[in-house]
């Protein structure tokens, strides 16, 4: 269950004297390649363009929290690099859950949880207990003072919502276009890989595996693929769901099909070997 629609709230801030008040939007749950379509889509990334800080809530509970959380950022920079650019606060909830509290307590998750951010605003809550929340959203507020006191008249604040909106439509389409390729190779070119991954960053392994004479690769290249295969928890059913959804969503399926790939073939992306399966459009079995 997830919020399916945006939905508009006020929130007081300090006691109700003060009458200070801020505006939140929740806005429903993404999933990898949302940019291009693939649950909600961007439907509901364009409310966040008119919001001054975003607020990440991360389920303490989840399977691999950090991945959701760099999952998620990546798409929205893959939406559009000025909403990634936003001022942003992680709220890591459910610390009210043993096992959720046990992994904030560890230094060696929150340490791990920084190093996938480029800001050191993250905090823990209980969005059932409240435990924290009262002290965030009075950071919130002044941080949302700030970036008021930073942004340009009405006037220049509509240019930015105007060039904000035309980079949206920029990246649609650019997101669009085919922005992969796929092509055939075989064993007796184990001995020259090509050239993206002979050029890949030095934390890349190599590709070195024995497979039959007869098996055929389908080698896939793009940016976006790669970087969702390397931030992919293969060890997670979850994780493996989710790459699946994005290739389906990205038409890389339908291309394999087009080129004529085969059950057993191999599907190579970077240093990662899937076996292939058409019947079910399925990439399952790692060969790593």
């Known amino acids: ?39 909600m889509g961007d439907a509901f990334l364009r409310h966040i363009e008119r919001c001054r800080c975003l607020i990440h809530v991360v389920n303490g509970c989840s399977e691999d929290p950090l991945y959701d959380l760099r999952a998620i950022n990546m798409e929205l920079e893959l939406f559009s ?34 190093n996938v951010l480029p800001h050191r605003r993250v905090a823990a809550i209980s969005a059932v207990t409240q435990e924290g929340v009262s002290e965030v959203m009075r950071k919130v507020a002044r941080i949302v003072k700030q970036v008021k006191l930073d942004s340009a008249d009405s ?16 990246r649609a389409r650019e997101m669009s276009e085919r922005d992969f390729t796929i092509s055939q190779w075989t064993k007796q070119d184990e001995a020259s890989l090509p050239e993206h991954v002979q050029d890949a960053r030095s934390h890349y392994r190599t590709l070195e595996r024995e497979q039959s004479e007869n098996a055929t690769r389908w080698l896939i290249r793009g940016d976006y693929i790669e970087r969702l295969a390397l931030m992919t928890n293969w060890e997670l059913d979850e994780g493996v ?9 990205m038409g890389i399926n339908k291309e394999l099909q087009r080129v004529g790939a085969e059950d057993g073939d191999l599907v190579v992306i970077l240093d990662f070997e899937l076996e292939y399966f058409g019947n079910e459009n399925v990439h399952s079995q790692m060969a790593i």
């Open 1 to 39: 269950f997830t919020t399916v629609v945006p939905n508009l709230g006020v929130a007081s801030i300090g006691s109700v004297e003060d009458g200070e008040t801020l505006v939140l939007a929740d806005i429903p749950g993404l999933l990898e390649g949302a940019h291009d379509g693939v649950g």
């Open 81 to 114: 690099s000025k909403v990634a650019s936003k001022p942003q606060v992680v709220l890591f909830n459910k610390i009210d859950v043993t096992e959720a509290r046990a992994r904030w307590d560890d230094p060696s998750f929150r340490e791990a949880l920084l």
């Open 155 to 170: 006037e220049d604040l509509a240019r930015v919502e105007a060039q904000a909106e035309a980079e949206r439509v920029r």
């Open 241 to 249: 769901m989710r790459f699946q959804r994005a290739l389906r969503a």
